[in-house]
């Protein structure tokens, strides 16, 4: 079997020119192959880019566009594919969106193995620990706290979490929206649910972050993410030492090396590499073991299509301690009508497919429907 096209599609529902909210655009790979076995994968980055870098040509030994790479290829021989990938684009890679777009093709990749050998592909990793996954509910707060804790509310109705996360928008702006925003919630959802913010690395300093974080304890919190700047290693370890509440991160970094010296370095209690980032399933299956070494929980980032939540829950599913994962509450039509077998939270879990590959069905019309040119 040979790999004969890889194709981006780069989607987003707001018009060029105008704010795109996390959610409301994805980038999609598909990997083809002389058997007419199809592979899915996704890259939570910004789709032009990754377009370039995959279409664009070798300027050099290790300066290669990742199709060309690819063409002619067993796309069954992952780990290899892999780091040819990797090596032959050291100058403009190692790192951010070069591994971005590796993370989305070596998911495709995934996802053609179990179809050609007909398994799902958490039997590839492994095999199964669990049939259904824990999740919690995640959103953007509003700038009205009575509608941010409308939204909690009702994500706790309608979906059964007894986990919640929210992060983005204003949050992380102001000491006062911060504290408003998190007594709305708590109030709203009662003391038996529990709540977690994203900061999103809005707290500048380590000062502000203790600061906010000493007002914000008295809500209960299950942990607080991203506080500072993500190559800010000496904060979080400063306010992990000072503060009772958990401290998470690591969305924005990539490869085991460089999530292992986070770990080491920042002593977070829980870690948070996305699939679609960290260098896919392959990746992430590492970080899992180094995670283990550090004593770390590991919890991905997941705010994207049916493809990322189909990947993650794969990955967790053959994970001996994935029991829990972050779902989406959003109404962008990407993540509704991608993939029309996504994943759907019933009673605050997730249920493992037992379909062979990642088990997507991908739309391409929506694809194609919200693609963009620029």
Known sequence: MKITNVEVFKTRVAPIGEFCAWGWSSTNIKITTDEGIVGWGEADSNGALIETLVNMPNSNFISYGLKELLIGENPLDIERLWYKMYYKTLHHGRDAAAIHAISAIDIALWDIAGKYYNVPVYQL??????????????????????????????AVKDGGYKLLKYGGGSFGTSEKFDVDSAKAVREAVGDDIGI?????????????????????????????????????????????????????????????????????????????????????????????????????????????????????IHSLASSEYGDLMEYSISESPLFKYVDRKRAIAVDGRIEVPDRVGLGVDIDEDVLKEYSYTY
């Open 125 to 154: 990793l492994g095999g199964k620990y669990r049939n259904y996954i824990d999740a919690y509910g995640t959103f953007v707060p509003s700038d009205d706290h009575e509608e941010t804790a409308e939204i909690a509310k009702n």
């Open 196 to 312: 977690a913010i994203d900061v999103c690395k809005q707290w500048k300093s380590y000062s502000t972050a203790l600061s906010r974080a000493r007002k914000l304890e008295q809500f209960n919190l299950e942990w607080i993410e991203e506080p500072v700047a993500p190559g800010d290693y000496d904060s979080y370890r400063r306010l992990g030492d000072k503060i009772q509440i958990k401290i998470s991160g690591g969305e924005a970094i990539t490869t085991v090396q460089e999530v292992a010296k986070f770990m080491k370095e920042t002593r977070v209690d829980i870690v948070q590499p996305d699939v679609t980032n960290c260098g896919g399933i392959t990746e992430i299956k590492k970080i899992e073991m180094i995670a283990k070494l550090y004593g770390c929980k590991l919890i991905p980032h997941g705010f994207g299509t049916g493809i990322l939540f189909a990947a993650t």
